[in-house]
């Protein structure tokens, strides 16, 4: 069953969880947050398995190499010497 609920965020960032939203929950435990344009994703990082965390540093790793790209940081390879350039790596 899904619930809906409405809250606003603070000056400070904060979001107040409604009480009917905080079953499950503990004080001071972590929470995960994913956003993605408009929509904000919410789970308990202790229910998070090794796979998501996988895919988390994985993202991460990628958008690194992203911004590395945009920025110009990058090595032009044609396909006739790539196993050599690799090997220097």
Known sequence: MVEIDITRLSSKG???LPLGMRKGF????KILLIKEGNSVILKKASAMDEQLKEDLEFARRTEEARKRIDAGEYLSVDSGNVYEEMMKW
């Open 14 to 16: 904060q979001i107040v």
């Open 26 to 29: 503990k004080e001071g435990e």
